[in-house]
């Protein structure tokens, strides 16, 4: 069966007030999708009212020019990585996730030096006032990756930091300055907030190709 028709049926009981993970848990159940498939639609789905919300609320790409923003770290650099190697896919509220669900295991890649480079290309050229990246303390080697960027700020002559916590989702939240992330958490709490990997896409149209925008068949 192609995935869409259970992403149809999911959206159906959001809409109608459902909780997020019964009702993906439900449709997966009833169409006996297998893991891969239900972590996609569980990623990819949303009620019509939150993606509404959320489009309406990201700010243009352009906000970054003269303002600060603090940057999702490992959010933001696994999503760049995924789209890289066309593990991304475009989801309800127009935001681009990844689908390996690798979060707590993220490891350096051959996609990481391309993927910050890129960020920090996009960054210098929007120029910003102050650029902040913020990295889980909990995941392995957040030090020394702070400490990368940290070097590559200055390489690219952008004024910021990067630093790790203990407390990345609410740092984000109660953030006075721009927020770039992909969780659907922070956007909706964040003052303001931006599209950050959209952004990305749209300046570097290569990126495109690594974005997959159809539900694929699935294999049940």
Same mark, same amino acid.
């Given at each position: ?44 789905? &949303? /009620?019509?009212?939150?993606?509404? !919300?959320?489009?309406?609320?990201? +700010?243009?790409? =352009? *906000? ?80 020394? &990756? /702070?400490?990368?960027?940290?070097? !590559?700020?200055?390489?690219?002559? +952008?004024?910021? =930091? *990067? ?15 721009i927020v770039a992330s992909s969780d659907g958490v922070i956007i909706d709490a964040a003052e303001s907030v931006i599209n950050f990997l959209d952004c990305l896409v749209t300046r570097f149209r290569h990126l495109e190709a690594g974005i997959a925008r159809k539900f694929p068949d699935s294999q049940n």
């Open positions: 069966m192609n995935l869409e028709t259970a992403a149809a049926d999911i959206r159906y009981l959001l809409d109608r007030g459902y909780p997020q993970e019964g009702a993906v848990k439900f449709v997966s159940a009833h169409y006996r999708l297998d893991e891969n498939a239900t972590h996609l639609l569980s990623r990819a789905v &949303l /009620a019509r009212e939150v993606s509404d !919300k959320r489009k309406k609320k990201f +700010l243009p790409c =352009d *906000a970054i020019k003269g303002n600060s923003i603090a940057i999702d770290g490992y959010n933001i650099l696994i999503g760049l990585e995924s789209i890289l190697e066309k593990k991304a896919f475009i989801c309800d509220d127009g935001v681009i996730r990844d689908i390996r669900g690798i979060f707590r295991n993220y490891k350096a890649s051959e996609s990481t030096g391309t993927a910050i480079d890129t960020i920090l290309q996009f960054l210098k050229e929007k120029n910003p006032i102050y650029v902040c990246f913020l990295l889980d303390s909990q995941i392995s080697n957040s030090g020394l &990756l /702070a400490g990368k960027l940290r070097e !590559k700020l200055g390489e690219y002559g +952008l004024k910021g =930091d *990067a630093r790790t916590s203990g407390h990345v989702d609410y740092d984000l939240k109660n953030s006075k300055y």
